[in-house]
């Protein structure tokens, strides 16, 4: 019998995954301050790579484009929105962007429970406005 295929390693500057595409406009799409420099900078977006191994998250790597807009400050560092990840009643943990020099940085799922976990949440438990 056959080994199965390996996966090759995803390396950086690969595109984003519709799964994670779909995360990041859901985040993306609230009216906070910075919001529309958050989704064009989106629609220039790759995957960066891996910040933390076998966590849910993932470093945006945006190339410096022309008259592409940074986020402006306070958002210069740190979390910049964050959704509950829910189910049902249950809170199951939150979805958070994260900026650095007014640059999308990277996309983190922090559960609630003790547990880690590896797979980002599905876009129908993200709630709530950013």
């Known amino acids: 019998m056959d080994d199965p295929p390996v996966e090759a390693p995803r390396a950086p500057g690969t595109a984003l995954t519709s799964h994670e595409r779909a995360l990041l406009e859901r985040v993306c ?6 919001a ?3 989704r064009a900078q989106l629609a220039h977006a790759r995957w960066g790579g891996k ?6 998250c993932f470093l945006l790597d945006v ?6 807009p940074r986020i402006p400050p306070p958002h210069d560092g740190g979390t910049i929105a964050s959704l509950e990840v829910v189910d049902g ?3 199951l943990g939150v979805l958070e962007l994260w900026v650095e ?7 983190d799922y922090s559960t609630f429970g003790d ?3 590896e797979v980002l949440p599905d876009v129908r438990l993200v709630r ?3």
């Open 89 to 91: 009643d249950d809170g």
């Open 115 to 117: 547990d880690t976990v």
């Open 29 to 34: 799409a609230g009216s906070w301050r910075g």
């Open 51 to 56: 910040d933390h191994e076998g966590d849910a």
């Open 128 to 130: 709530g406005d950013a």
């Open 36 to 38: 529309a420099e958050a």
């Open 63 to 68: 190339p410096a484009v022309p008259g592409l």
């Open 101 to 107: 020099d007014g640059r999308l940085y990277s996309l």
